[in-house]
């Protein structure tokens, strides 16, 4: 498929891997930042084509991952509600809250509902005069704009029967506090590139300067995230740090302006708690004030829900880095996507469900691959 | 006396605790079924495997094929059930009742049997319009005469508007195993060749560009057809070991249920599993992977090495397998395991789907 194939050529990724292997003399430890990015590594094993001095460690931009506990139970009380149409985007549904998740709500008789686009559960919510239409607004900068729009629509068609639970969380005081964390080991990045698309990579230049790591703004096919390591490999072996551009074909230094507009108009920065990571200074979005009629905790007064995470469950420490999935003594056997005890084995941008979803519980480290099907370029 | 008479009707008829007996649960993380156990991945198979074959177990059973296969004076049959629930019931290249003659058809055409007889099971639902309910009926005679089977004997119920979906349809199926063929999972040995008869992922993609809140423009319409022509075609020229047509759960599932039945590995090499350009994308769209998405009118065949060739060019000598493909090795390596070469090179395990494949955020 165009624009697609040129980005899965495998020799030119076996090109890469061994510019890699060139270029690199010492162990470096580098982050992926988002979870689309991780999917893609343990898709194509793309971190047993690197050499060994390469590691890779997963970052917490998985969003449904990171939406907290609290704010979980809280869309399962306004799901169960029967005036309620609960509509979400797909991998939600399988994240645990307290009790349980969307998928059992739905069982049990809730109108949960899949929608690729926000602007989609307007549709349901004309549809549906006499029912309260709730969408789950998470993500990061890069579900923000749709979400802002749908909730400009509203307003503006005088859409009364529509709300959002709002969860929105930013990725760069999430890179600041891990690099701030004492246990941090990260010394280069692979940075959000559909984050920046929105956003541009301006507010990526100090994080650089400050803590001198570099950060290569990365896409998300195979042949991106080797040249993302090939990019930030190169500076960490020249000692620079600084902000580059590995996805120009869709990011620019600033951004999407109007997209950028639209969600400074509707939304306001506030704190904001991560599963697995706690709270974060200024690190989300809210509605702001002049959209408080869209607003579901507001409309559905949730009350402050008291939550607790498995105690066994490492997901903090694999969010930042500091731990890989198959360090943790559930992984694959407690704790699977269909009972994840955890954050990050709930969705497939998730490290641990991806490990799991690729079968790292089942493989040996290394694996062999059988003679009569090799390529040219099967890595080491 | 009326009075005494309830205690024992509530004992017996109304407490399921008292039917169950003291059996626990055998799946306990579950109090009730979600649409997940009916996915074809992992639940599918934890339902099946825990409540249904401890059960039932017998001989038949036992070989966890797509149908049982057993000997009536001195004459091989092949006996498979199958039911049909989708949603919607008109759909791009095809409908509710064509799929549910193919269906069987072809889990009998995978047992290696010449499908004979077809019963059916009909559920309507209240306010079914009697023009749709025709045209499902109409489908379903061409669909027979096409596939050369007779649907012999049947049932119809009807239930309250809101208890089903319009239609489901079940059928049941028998056919009659040519001497000297020998298809089940077990067959399945180091050196074996998987093929599969054309492009995937065709009929799950266009079920969904059809539901509703996902409709999406696409050229693509269902493949579903009958398989048993092809089957008695590569029947000639090879001793197949292991058929499957990989319907819910996709291609993954299918094969996995082999390697365990046979406790061997599979290889695949992803650069050569056939996908069509409209297919491909509308998976990247979707965020879905081909290799779980269903499929009605493919077919796998293990068979051995020496033997690969021929029944890959006598396939792709029928109209049902032009695109056919050799897509991966058996191994005894990790035995249990799918695993694959990925596009790049890399490898990975291909697993079973713990639940639904849901679209991912972004």
């Known amino acids: 498929m165009k624009f697609i194939d040129e980005y899965r050529n495998e020799a030119l990724a076996g090109k890469l891997v061994e510019e890699i292997r060139r270029t690199v003399t010492k162990p470096w430890v ?181 803590y001198h790591v570099p950060i290569v703004i990365t896409g998300f096919e195979p042949l991106d995230i080797l040249e993302g390591v090939l990019m930030t490999v190169r500076q960490l072996e020249a000692n620079t740090a600084e902000v580059e551009n590995q996805y120009p074909r869709v990011v620019r230094r600033e951004g999407n302006r109007s997209a950028q507009e639209l969600v400074n108009s509707v939304f306001e920065v506030c704190d904001r708690k991560w599963r697995g990571v706690g709270a974060i200074p200024k690190s989300g979005y809210k509605l702001r004030p002049g959209f408080g009629d869209f607003d579901a905790e507001k409309i559905f007064e949730v009350e402050e829900i008291d939550t607790a995470e498995p105690a066994v469950c490492i997901s903090g420490l694999v969010l930042r880095g500091v731990k890989k999935p198959h360090d943790c003594p559930a992984f694959g056997k407690d704790c699977t996507p269909s009972r994840p005890l955890g954050a990050t084995m709930v969705s497939a941008e998730g490290a641990c469900a991806a490990y799991y979803a690729y079968g790292r519980h089942l493989q040996h480290e290394k694996s062999n691959v059988p003679h009569s099907m090799q390529g040219t370029n099967n890595g080491r | 006396m009326a009075g005494e008479g309830r205690p024992d009707v509530q004992q017996h008829g109304g407490d399921i605790g008292a039917l169950m007996g003291s059996c626990p649960l055998p799946l306990p993380e579950y109090q009730e079924i979600v649409l997940a156990h009916g996915s074809g991945g992992k639940l599918s198979q934890q339902l099946i495997r825990s409540m249904l074959f401890p059960e039932f177990q017998n001989e038949f059973l036992n070989v966890a094929h797509d149908g049982a296969i057993f000997t009536v004076n001195g004459t091989r049959l092949a006996f498979s059930t199958d039911s049909f629930v989708v949603n919607p019931i008109f759909f791009p290249g095809g409908d509710i009742g064509k799929l549910a003659i193919y269906g069987t058809v072809n889990d009998l055409a995978m047992c290696g049997a010449r499908p004979l007889y077809l019963s059916t099971g009909f559920i309507l639902e209240e306010g079914l319009p009697m023009q749709e309910f025709w045209a499902v009926v109409n489908s379903m005679r061409t669909a027979a005469a096409t596939a050369g089977v007779d649907l012999v004997t049947g049932d119809t119920k009807v239930v309250d508007r809101g208890k089903a979906d319009k239609i489901f349809i079940n059928t049941s199926g028998i056919g009659i195993v040519p001497i000297g063929v020998n298809i089940c999972p077990e067959r399945a040995r180091a050196g074996d060749k998987v093929i599969v008869s054309g492009e995937i992922a065709v009929h799950g993609i266009a079920i969904m560009s059809v539901r509703e809140g996902l409709e999406f423009e696409t050229e693509v319409s269902s493949d579903t057809a009958p398989l048993s022509d092809l089957v008695s075609v590569i029947l000639g020229v090879a001793d197949i070991h292991v058929l ?119």
């Open chain 2, 244 to 362: 499957r047509d990989p319907t819910r759960g996709g291609v993954t599932s299918a094969l996995t249920e082999i390697a365990q039945s046979a406790r061997v590995g599979i290889f695949l090499d992803e650069a050569r599993i056939p996908i069509s350009e409209e297919v491909k994308g509308a998976c990247e769209i979707l965020g879905l992977d081909p290799l779980y998405v269903a499929n009605e009118g493919k077919l796998l065949a293990i068979v051995a090495d020496d033997e690969s060739a021929p029944v890959l060019s006598a396939m792709r000598g029928h109209p049902l397998g032009r695109n056919a493909a050799i897509i991966g090795i058996v191994t005894d390596e990790h035995p249990g395991l799918v695993t694959m070469k990925t596009r790049i090179g890399g490898t990975r395990v291909v697993d079973m789907l713990s639940g639904e494949q849901l679209p991912r955020i972004c």
């Open chain 1, 30 to 210: 580098l982050m992926e930042v988002c979870g689309g990015q991780t999917h893609t590594i343990v898709k194509n094993g793309i971190d047993r084509l690197l050499p060994d001095e390469v590691e890779l460690v997963h970052g917490p931009g998985c969003p449904v991952c990171v939406t907290s506990l609290e704010m979980i139970d809280k869309a399962h009380v306004i799901a169960k509600r029967p005036d309620v149409i609960f509509c979400s985007f797909g991998d939600m549904l399988r994240v645990p809250g307290s009790q349980v998740d969307l998928l059992v709500l739905k069982s049990r008789g809730a109108d949960v509902r899949v929608v690729y686009s926000p602007i989609d559960s307007l549709k349901i919510a004309r549809a549906n005069p006499h029912k309260k239409v709730v969408f789950f607004a998470i993500g990061f900068e890069t579900t923000a704009p749709g979400n802002a729009m749908a909730v400009w629509q509203a307003q503006k068609q005088g859409i009364t029967n529509f709300s959002v639970l709002v969860s929105h969380v930013l990725v760069p005081p999430a890179m600041t506090t891990l690099l701030q964390s004492p246990l941090n080991r990260v010394q280069g990045f692979l940075g959000p590139g559909h984050v920046c698309t929105v956003m541009g990579y301006e507010e990526y230049e100090p994080i650089a300067s400050r």
